[in-house]
């Protein structure tokens, strides 16, 4: 039997009452055969560490031993 995997992805963006959006995400379909990486990174007040865990995280993920 085979088997499909569907998926749909929204994204929505409200800054309220900032001027800026201090979050970044991730949203990666297949990182690694079968596992797909969706990740929200709120920026509180500052959007320094949300960037840098956006472009950082998924390499230090597959680094990672426990996920290997």
């Known amino acids: 039997n085979s088997q499909q995997l569907i998926c749909k992805v929204?994204?929505?963006?409200?800054?309220?009452?900032?001027n800026t959006m201090e979050d970044t995400h991730i949203s990666d379909i297949n990182i690694d055969g079968?596992?797909?990486?969706?990740a929200v990174f709120d920026g509180h007040g500052g959007s320094e560490v949300a960037i840098y865990a956006e472009r950082h995280f998924?390499?230090?993920?597959?680094?990672?031993?426990?996920?290997q």
Do not use: A, C
Request: proline letters at 0%; charged letters at 35%; a neutral charge.
């Open 34 to 38: 079968d596992t797909h990486l969706f």
């Open 10 to 18: 929204l994204e929505m963006i409200n800054v309220g009452w900032r």
């Open 58 to 67: 998924k390499e230090e993920l597959m680094k990672n031993k426990n996920y």
